[in-house]
């Protein structure tokens, strides 16, 4: 089966959080555990740099002939400039890239980027015959409109990316629970749950954590007993309450036990959550605000806290009351959303509108040993059944499921995308009709949709930039070290020396004054010839190759800004030489 995965929340500021970090996880594990699937993943080129991060993070699971990019034209953010004209056309255009690419199942990650930004998500399309599945984290903005939908532009977005759902083939809960909300807004459609599972790159944290323990650790940013939250600080995570319920914990508790907070909150809440303490007269030195940590040092947090809460109204899956359990550290939690699924254990819940029960169930982690061990033997257990594996082969079986509906691909069996092979089989003028009513110019629409079509064509080469020697040959010690490399891979050598010819083939390239790659040559032999390009003629680098700055072209920096980040874009690494620092010195 062919799975393509709308890669831009990897893109956007989702990649440093929950959804970007879920997906990141479920590329690998589909990579890593299911040999029959043919993954691609394309990414908006409209966002370059953003992009080329992204690409280097996934190439190492998914070939890079199966990384892609397309060319968004959106001006903004939805929730912030309203749904434009040419956001629109756009949304055309990706679905005439999964057209094109034909992959026997589409995946759209995460269908409400591009609020305040240029992502444009695939969403469902009268244009597309390709089944398409999405997953749904959660409805939440939707059940509390009222602290998330703020804006008549915020709410219109989301109200019309939330109806949108109702045209896939099949949402992926990322729990139960979410799944069960996505069926009782879309009863028509049917809803599964894939869950979600460890990090691996995290539980090798957590084991170096436990190493780490000795005597000889390096020290924590908190002594003594505490209890840790780690999350944001927005309204639905519901911190407040832990404050309200230290107010009900005896004196001697709220001294002893410390309560820390970590990650990614703001500055303007983790200063309102200061002053509730504050005004509840809590000890100034019990509440400690450590903000965003890195993963190495949150693994060793979690492993030394007394217990983690989690009160959140709402979470659609609650990955950090998952990690604390990984790390043996008993759990408590809010007996709401998707957390009585991860936490596992009845006794270990609460109700988080009940101050006084929060309370209670922390003193009762701080008092009983017993209990504290009995929640982290049952938490060792109960975390078994999250795996990404396991989460990789139930979205694998779900979009089969919507194959096996007589859905597929009417090109399944074409494994190979190529752009004479695409043109067959698009029907571009459905698209050219759908494209006519935007209000965008002719140029741009022949731009995007040409751009829809360009797929990576895996011709990996070892391009040789020789701009400095093409422009002028000045016969200094670098370019010479330049010709004598050049010739040595072209099979001359030296006496003593031994010619070794790359890997890759060799093509030799230089910038023009137009900004673009020309081919290059060499009249005679490249430790004396001549080098020259023909300015009339445009080389493209392939996908997946290598550029090589050679000989110092540092004059055409300006050009290579423009070029670099094209070739970037479609997978190739760019290495340049360094020869001295002496202008910086």
Request: proline residues 6%.
């Amino acid at each position: 089966m062919r799975l393509w995965i709308d890669g831009q929340c990897l893109q956007t500021a989702s990649a440093l959080r929950g959804i970007g970090r879920y997906m990141h996880e479920l590329i690998g594990g589909l990579a890593q555990n299911c040999d029959d699937v043919d993954l691609s993943i394309s990414f908006n080129a409209g966002l370059a740099d953003e992009a080329i991060a992204a690409i280097d993070v996934v190439k190492r699971w998914i070939k890079i002939e199966n990384i892609h990019v397309w060319q968004g034209l959106a001006e903004g953010g939805e929730a912030l400039v309203g749904l434009t004209e040419r956001r629109l056309l756009s949304e055309l255009a990706l679905s005439h890239h999964v057209e094109f690419l034909r992959p026997d199942v589409a995946l759209s990650a995460s269908p409400f980027e591009g609020a305040g930004d240029a992502t444009v998500p695939l969403l469902p399309s009268v244009a597309s015959t390709v089944p398409t599945a999405a997953i749904f984290y959660d409805a939440i903005p939707r059940r509390f409109p009222n602290h998330y939908l703020t804006s008549p532009l915020l709410a219109e977005f989301y109200d019309r990316r939330f109806k949108a759902h109702a045209g896939f083939g099949v949402l992926l809960g990322i729990s139960e629970f979410a799944a069960q909300e996505a069926r009782s807004f879309f009863p028509a459609i049917p809803c599964v749950s894939i869950d979600a599972g460890m990090s691996s790159q995290f539980l090798e944290l957590v084991a170096k954590a436990a190493l780490d323990h000795g005597p000889d650790a390096a020290p924590l940013a908190v002594a003594g007993p505490f209890l840790l939250y780690v999350g944001a600080l927005d309204w639905r995570k519901n911190v407040g309450i832990v404050v309200d319920a230290y107010k009900h914990l005896p004196s001697h508790i709220v001294t002893k036990f410390k309560f820390v907070v970590a990650g990614a909150y703001t500055p303007d809440t983790g200063l309102a959550l200061q002053a509730r303490w504050r005004d509840a007269g809590l000890p100034p030195t019990s509440l400690v605000m450590l903000g965003r940590i890195p993963d190495e040092a949150l693994a060793q947090l979690y492993r030394s806290a007394d217990a983690v809460i989690q009160p959140s109204i709402m979470e659609g899956f609650g990955l950090t009351a998952l990690e604390a359990l990984s790390c043996g550290v008993p759990v408590i939690g809010a007996n709401t959303g998707a957390l009585p699924e991860v936490i596992g254990d009845p006794s270990a819940l609460f109700d988080p509108t009940d101050a006084p029960a929060v309370a209670r169930l922390i003193e009762k982690v701080y008092s009983d040993p017993k209990f504290g061990a009995s929640l982290v033997e049952q938490g060792a257990r109960h975390i078994q059944k999250f795996t990404w594996k396991r989460s990789a082969e139930l979205t694998v079986a779900a979009a089969r499921g919507i194959m096996a509906k007589g859905q597929a691909s009417p090109n399944a069996g074409d494994r190979t995308p190529t752009i004479a092979a695409g043109t067959g089989h698009l029907d571009r003028e459905k698209f050219a009709r759908l494209a006519a009513p935007r209000k965008v110019d002719m140029a741009e629409k022949v731009a995007i949709f040409a751009a829809a079509e360009a797929a990576n064509i895996a011709a990996p080469r070892l391009i040789v930039d020789v701009s400095g020697m093409c422009a002028r040959d000045h016969g200094t010690g670098i370019q010479r070290v330049a010709r004598k490399i050049l010739h040595a891979w072209a099979g001359g050598a030296s006496t003593g020396e031994h010619a070794v010819a790359p890997s890759l083939p060799i093509d030799m390239v230089s910038c023009t004054k137009s900004g673009r790659y020309a081919p290059a040559r060499c009249d005679g032999s490249a430790d004396v010839g001549r080098f020259s390009f023909d300015e009339t003629a445009t080389f493209r680098p392939g996908c997946g190759g290598h550029i090589l700055l050679l000989d110092g072209s540092w004059d055409f920096h300006e050009q290579h800004a423009v070029i670099l980040r094209k070739a970037r874009l479609k997978g190739n690494d760019v290495t340049t030489v360094l020869y001295d620092l002496i202008p910086l010195q």
